[in-house]
């Protein structure tokens, strides 16, 4: 069992940067990967970036790739979500979510996580 809770979501404004951290409980995270989602007001929610299990390999939506990036420090259980140049359309409840997952091409899938946190606001003024 992995619990999720994420945090650094706010209201910012256009061009700017926020970034997000997700911190995992449990002593073997190191094993999971893990993705961060977004739901918007009325959508679906959608994948926006994933990173396997040692770091060494990350996937990101084509909506997000070179302004956002995904990292993490197994050390310290926590995997973060660096955004920059921030969009109105990025205006969303951002989750993390953890899952075992061993193939890249499946990292947007969201039924690949089992585990998901409550998710954090953010809100991005034009």
């Known amino acids: 069992q992995v619990q999720l809770v994420e945090t650094g979501g706010g209201l910012v404004q256009a061009g700017g940067s926020l970034r997000l951290s997700c911190a995992a409980s449990?002593?073997?995270?190191?094993?999971?990967?893990m993705g961060w989602f977004r739901q918007a007001p009325g959508k679906e929610r959608e994948f926006v970036a994933g990173?396997?299990?040692?770091?060494?390999?990350?996937y990101y939506a084509n909506s997000v790739k070179g302004r956002f990036t995904i990292s993490r420090d197994n050390a310290k259980n926590t995997v973060y979500l660096q955004m920059n140049s921030l969009k109105p359309e990025d205006t969303a409840v951002y989750y993390c979510?953890?899952?075992?997952?061993?193939?890249?091409?499946?990292?947007?899938?969201?039924?690949?996580?089992?585990?998901w946190g409550q998710g954090t606001q953010v809100t991005v003024s034009s």
């Open positions: 449990g002593r073997t995270f190191s094993i999971y990967t």
């Open positions: 979510a953890a899952g075992t997952i061993y193939y890249s091409g499946y990292y947007s899938d969201s039924n690949n996580y089992p585990y």
């Open positions: 990173i396997s299990g040692s770091g060494g390999t990350t």
